[in-house]
């Protein structure tokens, strides 16, 4: 990989995470949502967040898998559900795989 | 000389005329923007600063954890053969940790540039619907617009949800701020010390960034709908990875929050 391609794939991607940040906003305007869809509005974040967790967790490529880093989240998600700051959660995620990893 | 004007050459308008434009335009000054901005302006600029600081306050946790995440995205960079100044300069402009490792991994694993953008593409998706939501929130002309869109990142967005669906966009930035900072700061971190750590899954680096969204989850989890919608954003992702591209799967599980329209319409 020359470092060409890497300049190019940065532009390319500053580029559309610009314009698909912007794209909402700008053809909006500042209209209102109608009322029904505020309801729909609420609930995105729990949608994709949720979607966001399994896949990072679960997926390698194409392929679904339980690893040490799936053990490593679950046991930060039980911290944090338990009140755990988010630095506490993440540093522990990060530590269990780690050991998991070490000894297997 | 026309209508008695004193000044010569020019065109006076009459007395009569000037007092109608006169308390026409004042009338328009009370009812319209001057009038609401002498009524709202210094609550406004008040509330602005709380909302502001509120959001820095927020935000700093999910800044203190970014530093982890874009410290494995530093050391994942290089390791894929980005030079140090690369990496930097993406977290700099791009600022979307999902599009960047999987722009990333997918160079690693030999894919083409095209596909690399086309995955950074597909996984920032997700801030579509949230632009979308985010957009009646926003003032502004068009640029001003699309400028106060780049501070969409997943934390922020979420914690300047208001329950009515609106947006408190002074959180937002307020928010976004430290956690761009760390962003770069941990990006050089893990940049120019990657070698040095070793191998970031035997730390355990993988881990972080799924945690990190796990915990932004728990917070929106309020009640019974929407756990029911996160799980069935979940179900509805899992189920798509192994046969949609990178990405997908996240957007798709947009569809579970239409359960909303439910009861409403």
Sequence with gaps: MSTATVWLVIAGCAVVTFAIKAAGPVALGGRRLPDRFTGVVALLAPALLAALVVTSALADGEDLHVGADTAGVAVAGVALWRGASVLAGVALAAGVTAGLRALS | ?265
């Design chain 2, 1 to 265: 000389m026309t209508s008695g004007c004193p000044v010569p050459g020019r065109r006076c308008i009459s007395w009569a005329d000037g007092c109608r434009q006169w308390s026409a335009w004042l009338r328009e000054a009370s009812r319209g923007s001057l009038g609401a901005l002498a009524a709202t302006h210094p609550s406004d600029g008040a509330t602005r600063r709380e909302s502001l600081r509120a959001g820095v306050r927020a935000g700093v946790p999910f800044a203190l954890a970014g530093v982890l995440v874009s410290l494995s995205f530093g050391v994942l960079a290089r390791e894929a053969g980005f030079p140090v100044v690369a990496a930097i300069v993406m977290s700099a402009i791009v600022f979307a940790g999902s599009a960047q490792f999987a722009a990333v991994a997918i160079l690693a694993s030999g894919g083409t540039a095209g596909a690399a953008v086309a995955a950074a593409a597909l996984m920032n998706s997700r801030f579509l619907p949230m632009g979308v939501a985010l957009a009646p929130s926003l003032p502004g002309g068009p640029l001003a617009r699309a400028l106060q869109g780049q501070t969409v990142v997943d934390a922020s967005w979420a914690m300047a949800a208001r329950r009515d669906g609106t947006f408190d966009r002074w959180l937002l930035f307020g928010a976004t701020a430290p956690q761009y900072l760390t962003w770069l700061a941990g990006t050089a971190i893990g940049a120019f010390a990657g070698d040095a750590l070793g191998d970031p899954r035997d730390l355990g680096l993988d881990a972080i960034y799924p945690a990190f969204f796990l915990a932004l989850l728990l917070t929106e989890l309020r009640d019974g709908r929407a756990r029911a919608v996160a799980a069935a954003g979940a179900a509805l992702a899992l189920a798509l990875v192994p046969v949609a591209p990178a990405g997908v799967p996240v957007l798709a599980a947009s569809l579970a929050a239409f359960w909303g329209l439910r009861g409403r319409a």
